[in-house]
């Protein structure tokens, strides 16, 4: 469905500096339908190559793929079109606040070139629809939560009925609960809809409670891919300290002067439980306590709206 091809994307230098080499040759195969997962720290180069898979930034050499059509060969006009199978969503939501949540939804419609004005507000109610946010239609962003506002932008996304939902960071911005009712409204999209979805973040329970395959991405670099059910095998260990630092949980800080020689040991059955089922590789930070999988915590605590 996606096929990034030695994807390049460089910056000019600031004075006196070197020029930035955002995404540095990767090339990436996104099969239809499946669920990608990009993690890296901040830099890594995860918002750029997001963003090179539309266009929004467009690579310095490489080929960008999607649905058997190169971007990458297309003039302006012929990229428009092509654009509107491909919809966006962001950590910031990127809402537009003097409209209401109807409006958001429609004006993605306009701008895909949609002149019928019933035709919009069909599609944009059809779209509200899939997210469980029909009540919300005639409110005004700053009226709703950070998980509502995220729905809204899922909404806006799916108005145009794209084949690729890309999405840059869009939990970092939630607490827990609420990630995980965006994460599944994200797996039902894939699912019920078959939308390709391509998901950065740094975290990466994101990744395990979504993804179907995980890119770890270092200096502008692919650096490791695997499969996500990888991550739920016992003894599983990236090949590279940064894939491996990002399967571990958690983070430890040292508190009593560097002469920590040993992990420290989670306490309570939980910590147990955790230390059974997944022992830590060598060379990973010490292990806390197992966090809650997305489906534990929505069966676990009522939230806001939704239908789960
Ligand atoms: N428009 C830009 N101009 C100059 N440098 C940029 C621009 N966008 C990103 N960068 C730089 O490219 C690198 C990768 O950035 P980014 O793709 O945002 O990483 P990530 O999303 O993984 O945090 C960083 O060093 C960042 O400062
Ligand atoms: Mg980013």
Do not use: W
Not at 23 to 49: H, M, W, Y
Not at 242 to 247: A, M, P
Request: aromatic share 4%; proline share 6%; charged share 25%.
């Amino acid at each position: 469905m996606i096929s990034l091809r030695h994807v390049s994307t460089s910056f000019p230098a600031a004075r006196g500096k070197e020029p930035i080499h955002a995404v540095d040759d990767v090339s990436l195969e996104i099969p239809r339908g499946s669920i990608q997962g990009i993690i890296g720290f901040s830099g890594a180069g995860k918002s750029t190559l997001l963003r090179n898979i539309n266009l929004l930034e467009r690579p310095t050499s490489g080929e960008v793929h999607v649905g058997g059509v190169e971007l990458t060969a297309l003039d302006d006009e012929a990229l428009r079109r092509a654009r509107h199978q491909i919809g966006m969503i962001f950590q910031g939501f990127n809402l537009v606040n003097n409209l209401t949540v109807a409006q958001n939804v429609e004006l993605s419609l306009k701008f895909a070139g949609e002149k019928d004005r019933r035709v919009r507000r069909r599609r944009a109610a059809e779209a509200l629809e899939i997210v469980d946010i029909t009540d919300k239609a005639k409110v005004y962003p700053a009226q709703l939560s950070g998980g509502q506002k995220q729905r809204v932008a899922i909404a806006r996304a799916l108005a145009t009925r794209p084949e690729v939902l890309l999405c840059d960071e869009p939990t970092s911005a939630l607490d827990p609960f609420t990630t995980a009712t965006v994460l599944q409204y994200l797996a039902d999209v894939n699912r019920e809809l078959g939308i390709t979805v391509v998901i950065v973040t740094h975290e990466m329970e994101v990744i395990k409670a979504l993804a179907d395959h995980v890119a770890v991405m270092e200096s502008g670099r692919v650096v490791e891919q695997f499969p996500a059910r990888e991550l739920q095998r016992e003894g599983f260990a990236p090949h590279t300290s940064i894939g491996r630092y990002l399967v571990s949980d958690g983070i430890s800080v040292d508190r009593d002067g560097g002469a920590r020689t040993q992990a420290p040991t989670p306490s309570g059955d939980q910590g147990r439980a955790a230390e059974s089922a997944e022992p830590p590789a060598p060379q990973d930070p010490p292990r806390g306590p197992r966090r809650l999988a997305a489906s534990e915590l929505l069966a676990a605590v009522p939230f806001e709206g939704g239908r789960r």
